[in-house]
């Protein structure tokens, strides 16, 4: 705990604090009993409370579900293949709303995504249904013809 207190305070700040912690009666983090200096990292570095806890499980759990409905799209569409992700990474960073690496997006942020993904999904089925088509072969799984 002490290390951590020096690590987020300088010297002089750290000393402040103390004094103020402790009516000016000590100013060095050595001096401190156990029960000060608890108290006085609980002021600092605040455990969470049960409440906070559940809200960030509960980002974690949409952020991963918003994640699954673009990867879904994208394998769907052909742009993400199993074991291979540089073209689906490329692709984010050139081509999506924000230009940015999927895990980097926020939970407020992935509205145009999945839109897109989805208006990207309607497009390729339509072409997976015109035969001949490279969306035809993918979704067919058949190798694409020569050119020669």
Same mark, same amino acid.
């Given at each position: ?20 912690? +402790?009516? #000016?009666?000590?100013?060095? &983090?050595?001096?401190? +009993?156990?029960?000060?200096? &608890?108290?006085? #990292? @609980? ?5 969470? +409370? ?19 409905? &673009? ?6 569409? /052909? ?28 939970? /407020? ?6 839109? @897109? ?6 497009? #390729? ?6 035969? /001949? +088509?490279?969306?035809? #072969? ?11």
């Amino acid at each position: 705990m002490i290390q951590q207190l020096k690590l987020k305070f300088e010297g002089s700040a750290l000393r402040a604090a103390i004094e103020m912690h +402790t009516n #000016y009666e000590k100013w060095d &983090v050595e001096d401190l +009993t156990s029960e000060e200096l &608890v108290d006085l #990292y @609980q002021r600092f570095f605040p455990r969470k +409370t049960a409440t906070q806890i559940a809200i960030e499980m509960q980002n974690k759990n949409q952020l991963k579900e918003l994640r699954s409905i &673009v990867l879904k799209e994208a394998s769907a569409i /052909g742009l993400l293949e199993p074991d291979e992700w540089a073209r689906f990474n490329a692709f984010m960073l050139k081509n999506s709303p924000l230009k940015k690496p999927l895990n980097a997006y926020k939970l /407020g942020e992935f509205d145009e995504l999945i839109k @897109q993904f989805k208006s990207m999904r309607a497009k #390729y089925e339509k072409r997976a249904k015109v035969h /001949g +088509t490279k969306e035809w #072969y993918h979704k067919n799984k058949l190798p694409m013809p020569s050119i020669n």
